[in-house]
Nanobody, 127 residues
């Protein structure tokens, strides 16, 4: 049974940084992608970033390009999201998710493209 567990969320001032981690268990991910999504109160879950386990190709939402960096450690079966220059509008619950996609398509940018989800971690950015 695949389990994804996020950690690293918290409260930070605007301009600060946080690093989220997503530890996967129950399966070794050598193919497919790991993504980060976020959901603010009253809003739909939105794509943040995704990375391919093989090759390490990355894709970002325009709203986080240049500020967030997604990475993975294949040996540790863990993905990370380094968030810098945080803004109050980044406040949300952040979820990691794993997809069995073979290659990048726009499916990798929507929640329906992912097969497994973590429970989420809260990120709050104060102004």
């Amino acid at each position: 049974q695949v389990q994804l567990v996020e950690s690293g969320g918290g409260l930070v001032q605007a301009g600060g940084s946080l690093r989220l981690s997503c530890a996967a268990s129950g399966r070794t991910f050598s193919n497919g992608a790991m993504g980060w999504f976020r959901q603010a109160p009253g809003k739909e879950r939105e794509f943040v970033a995704t990375i391919w386990w093989s090759g390490g190709n990355t894709y970002y939402a325009d709203s986080v390009k240049g500020r967030f960096t997604i990475s993975r450690d294949n040996a540790m079966n863990t993905a990370y999201l380094q968030m810098n220059s945080l803004k109050p509008e980044d406040t949300a619950v952040y979820y990691c998710a794993a997809a069995n996609l073979l290659r990048f398509t726009t499916t990798a940018m929507v929640p329906a493209g992912y097969n497994y989800w973590g429970r989420g971690t809260q990120v709050t950015v104060s102004s």
